[in-house]
């Protein structure tokens, strides 16, 4: 394999781009060389959709709650599904996307434990799978419907929504201790990093304690450090048309870096990986990871901005019947933690098929934290 001494860092991270013409040694054949960056988001994060909603018995209530029990069905799911379609290949054995959903619905005027339906107390509004199927979406999205749709009261209370979904709030972010031994068996059954989505299903005049512009319900960013990451409150009163959708869209730009990179007789290609991994003392071996004297300014800033202790790792390329596994076998059934250029056809990346990595590399059982890479690789000239 060549020594890949010169490298320009293209930073291709967004879509396809060019790459450097550079040589070797003088004894070497001439080869272009070019990397691209990348990242992994977490995969796994527990994602909590905080539904509070009108529980008055009354048809205005019921009509709103049917509302949004359906509106749940027909679009929580599928808008999530939508926005990164174009970045979802056929699921690879190798590496699981781990679906790890919540649902906690609070009635807006109950009191106590009697306005919370959560996972806690009824397992139909968890969903924890491996892979996302179509069937499991379906029962958990009726189970929710369900849900919304049983939180009348029969004996209404102070109606606050307001103050109760900025109360949850605080509560899952762990900055307000638990009220009740039901808002205790929540936070337990959950991890201190979450995603929190709060759904705000009123129409009713608020009679929170407090002014409305007193509730701000920030979104929060800062969830690098393991906190909560609470999204932006949606309304139902502002958009019931587009209550549940989806406030992100991925960037599924197929990254080609000007074509295949060099394979040697085995298929091992002439790349070396780089990663930058968050609250880390050393390069795992058990992961396929190896110290490396490579630098890397773009990891390296990358990391410097999420956390405070951090490693760059080289991540090492299998070989052997791990090699063989990763690059013929969708099941990779002999694989171990590493990288491969696989030939799978339904993992290959090209600029008109998009997969979760460039040049149709492929690193089974990497672990669902959040990681950037760098890739350098050698091309022919």
């Known amino acids: ?21 550079s040589g070797d040694a003088e004894d070497a054949d001439p080869v272009r060389q070019g990397s691209v960056e990348f990242y992994q988001p977490a995969r796994g994060v527990p994602q909590v959709a905080l539904i509070v909603v009108d529980d008055s018995p009354d048809q205005e209530g019921r009509d709103l709650r049917a509302s949004v029990a359906g509106a749940f069905v027909e679009s929580y799911d599928s808008s999530r599904v939508n926005a990164v379609e174009s970045c979802t290949p056929p699921a690879d054995p190798a590496r699981p996307s781990l679906v790890r959903r919540f649902a906690i619905v609070v009635g807006a005027s109950g009191v106590g434990e009697a306005g919370v339906h959560s996972f806690a107390d009824d397992d139909e509004l968890s969903w924890i799978a491996d892979e996302r199927s179509d069937a499991d979406a379906s029962r ?7 849900a919304i749709e049983g939180t009348e009261t029969t004996q209404p209370d102070v109606y606050q929504p307001l103050a109760l979904a900025e109360h949850w709030v605080r509560l899952l972010a762990r900055e307000t201790e638990p009220r009740t031994e039901r808002e205790r068996a ?66 599924c730009s197929a990254r080609c870096g000007g074509g295949q990179p060099l394979k040697d007789d085995t298929g091992a290609v002439e790349c070396r990986v780089l990663l930058a991994a968050l609250h880390v003392q050393e390069c795992d071996e058990s992961l396929g990871w190896q ?66 990595f460039p040049w149709s590399l492929r690193f089974p059982q990497l672990p669902p934290t959040p990681l950037m890479f760098e890739v350098r690789c050698n091309f022919e000239p």
């Open 1 to 21: 394999m060549r020594a890949l001494t010169v490298l320009s860092a293209l930073s291709l991270l967004a879509g396809c781009g060019g790459d450097s013409a």
């Open 140 to 146: 958990w999205s009726n189970a929710v419907a369900a």
């Open 186 to 251: 929540v936070l337990e059954a959950l991890p201190a990093r979450v995603d929190v989505e709060p759904f705000l299903a009123s129409t009713r005049e608020d009679q929170s304690p407090l002014p409305a512009a007193d509730y701000r319900l920030d979104s929060s960013e800062s969830c690098s450090g393991g906190g909560a990451c609470v999204a932006e409150p949606q309304s139902y009163a502002q958009d019931p048309r587009h209550f549940f959708d989806a406030g992100f869209f991925q960037d």
């Open 291 to 356: 110290e490396t004297s490579l630098r890397s300014d773009a990891l390296e800033q990358w990391a410097e901005g999420a956390a405070t202790d951090f490693r760059i790792c080289e991540v090492a390329q299998l070989e052997g019947a791990a090699l063989r596994s990763c690059q013929n076998e969708l099941s990779c059934a002999d694989c171990t933690p590493g990288f491969c250029s696989t030939s799978v056809p339904e993992l290959v990346s090209d600029c008109a098929h998009i997969a979760p």
